[in-house]
């Protein structure tokens, strides 16, 4: 069960002042990517740096790292456990991720990190995060429709509670892309607190910092993460003066290159999970703007290969799965639906029937072949590997189902001694 609200992570953590600098993250979507583009910066100049995103993607942990590494598991099971054992001795009864934000802050203050990377766990004003004061920048990433019935049905409700995230005093970085109705609802938050605000231009990215043209070109970043890299180097530029101000940011800009987001636009090779050598395309897209960036990305480099895209696809219950897959899937293509198994620590996530999911997409004109296999990933993997003969194949709707192809990866390599990195 989700309850938002800051009393219980307040008493969770009264006792135990904060160590370290923040720079926290609200948005929609983007924060992940903007969280670990800032963890790896920071890091490259010398800062000891926590990171603490949500969801975790394989172990309940691994959203936690300091200096771009997963907190050792015995070293977040005893934080945990001290955590688990104050809410109960005081009687909080705090919620499962604000027993987690607190264990992950109390594992910054247990590793000396200079500063902390804190991604909102869900809106932003009475999330669990926002119990953080010492904040260098608070950082909006781009804001769209999801988690209405906690959240607000319009984007102007939503964007005010994201916004909520923003403090006197504290400068902010927006992501420039968001619509006009986000903006402009920003606009008079900014307004009203008297922040300094920086609004991002990826269309201009040498006015961020000389060098970030030029890596565009380069590694040719498609636009959804130009903005996030734009949103990065703008926090950055405020923060770094106040924890390495030796260090200038344009020197770090090359290290961009560098940082790896599992489960977004990633391809994988799932051998020997599935005999198939061919890369697949791995994506959490589960809102409608993460699944618009999905289907561009397909668009763009796999349906000129001029082969149907085969699909694996599953959903968490609550989901507009119509909005959510008919813009991306199309006639021609082949579609396995499945669902993911339960979340750790997240008892409340349900994944959407796999028979309901596959009747929505067989409503899709033209749809090729569309086949439920209930909660049986590998199976449908399987079929959807020989139904792709080698051609593009998508999995995709739900980090949760990331999460549980990546969990049976893992386990297959590690019974067959493969020796690779996810």
Not at 222 to 234: D, Y
Not at 298 to 317: E, F, H, M, N, Y
Request: hydrophobic residues 40%.
């Amino acid at each position: 069960m989700i309850e938002l609200g800051l009393n219980r992570i307040s008493c969770l953590l009264q006792q135990t002042p904060l160590t370290w600098k923040a720079i926290h993250i609200a948005g929609t979507n983007g924060k992940g990517s903007i969280s670990a583009y800032l963890s790896h910066l920071l890091t490259s100049s010398g800062a000891r740096c926590g990171r603490f995103t949500s969801p975790h993607l394989i172990d309940r942990w691994d959203c936690i790292t300091i200096g771009e590494r997963v907190v050792q598991e015995s070293l977040f099971r005893q934080i945990e456990a001290k955590i688990k054992l104050r809410d109960q001795t005081l009687g909080i009864g705090a919620s499962e991720f604000e027993l987690l934000t607190a264990t992950a802050f109390e594992i910054f203050n247990h590793e000396r990190v200079d500063v902390g990377v804190v991604e909102v766990g869900m809106g932003g004003r009475l999330d669990a995060t926002n119990i953080l004061s010492d904040v260098l920048v608070s950082v909006i990433a781009k804001i769209g429709l999801d988690h209405q019935s906690l959240l607000g049905n319009t984007l102007q409700e939503i964007t005010r509670e994201k916004a909520g995230i923003l403090k006197r005093g504290v400068p902010c970085v927006v992501d420039g892309t968001n619509v006009p109705a986000v903006i402009t609802t920003l606009e008079e938050r900014i307004k009203e607190l008297n922040v300094d605000a920086i609004y991002t231009r990826p269309d201009a990215p040498d006015e961020h910092t000389p060098s970030l043209g030029q890596l565009f070109l380069q590694l040719d970043v498609p636009p959804h993460q130009r903005a996030n890299m734009c949103c990065a180097i703008s926090a950055l530029k405020l923060a770094l003066p106040k924890v390495r101000p030796e260090v200038e940011v344009d020197s770090l800009v090359s290290q961009l290159s560098h940082v790896k987001w599992p489960g977004r636009l990633q391809n994988i090779v799932l051998n020997p999970l599935v005999a198939r050598t061919d890369p697949v395309l791995l994506d959490g897209a589960h809102n409608n703007q993460s699944a618009e960036v999905l289907g561009q990305y397909v668009d763009r480099k796999l349906r000129p290969q001029g082969k149907p895209i085969t699909w694996v696809i599953a959903a968490s219950r609550g989901k507009d799965i119509i909005s959510l897959f008919h813009p991306i899937i199309k006639a021609g293509d082949n579609v396995a639906t499945t669902a993911f198994g339960p979340v750790d620590g997240m008892p409340w996530v349900k994944a959407n029937d796999s028979k309901e999911l596959a009747s929505s997409v067989q409503c899709i004109p033209g749809i090729r072949d569309v086949k439920s296999f209930e909660d049986d990933i590998l199976t449908a993997i399987n079929w959807a590997c020989a139904e792709a003969n080698g051609g593009p194949l998508v999995i995709a709707g739900s980090l949760y189902l990331v999460s549980d192809v990546l969990r049976h990866l893992r386990e297959a390599r590690s019974q067959s001694g493969y020796a690779a990195e996810m």
